[in-house]
């Protein structure tokens, strides 16, 4: 290969590699719906109501610990982080971690993808 062509084909594949980063960044909101469903038996998304965990209404730009009538554990409350895709991205890759002592009984999201697409699915839909 001369090296012109070997640079196109360099930056080419830089390219679609930065592409690949940004939509995994980004995350795929209909996915996220079925990554959801792991939170559904203790998180409302809309109405506000309490189920074993508090309600998500509105979560994404919500200081945690805050939503009305929910007893939340005095560490989430004390954390007082305003949620937004990296401090979500940071609790569900390890809530006890993140917040030590706080109550949500969930072990680590591991996979980043379903975190970035879980996470766009609250952004569209947890108001
Ligand atoms: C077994 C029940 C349960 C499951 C499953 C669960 N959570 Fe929770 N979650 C809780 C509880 C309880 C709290 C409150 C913790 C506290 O007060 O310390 C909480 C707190 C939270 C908070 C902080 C809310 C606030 O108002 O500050 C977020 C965000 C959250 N959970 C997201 C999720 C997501 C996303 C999932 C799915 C991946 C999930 N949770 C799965 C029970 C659960």
């Known amino acids: 290969m001369k090296p012109v062509a070997l640079f196109t084909a360099l ?22 719906r079925t990554v959801y469903a792991r939170c559904a038996a203790c998180h409302d ?16 730009g919500r200081t945690s610990g805050t939503m009305p009538n ?3 554990s005095q560490a989430i ?3 007082a ?3 937004n ?11 006890s971690k993140y917040i030590p002592g706080n109550r949500m009984a969930f072990p680590p999201l ?13 952004t569209q839909s947890a108001r």
Not at 110 to 122: K, V
């Open 81 to 83: 982080v305003v949620w």
């Open 11 to 32: 930056s080419l594949s830089l390219a679609i590699a930065g592409n690949a980063m940004a939509q995994q960044a980004a995350g795929d909101p209909a996915r996220g």
């Open 45 to 60: 998304l809309n109405t506000g109501a309490t189920r074993l965990g508090p309600s998500l209404k509105g979560v994404v």
């Open 70 to 72: 929910f007893n939340y």
């Open 110 to 122: 591991a996979n980043p993808q379903d975190r970035a697409d879980l996470i766009a699915f609250l």
């Open 77 to 79: 409350k004390d954390k």
């Open 85 to 95: 895709a990296e401090t979500l991205d940071g609790f569900l890759s390890g809530p």
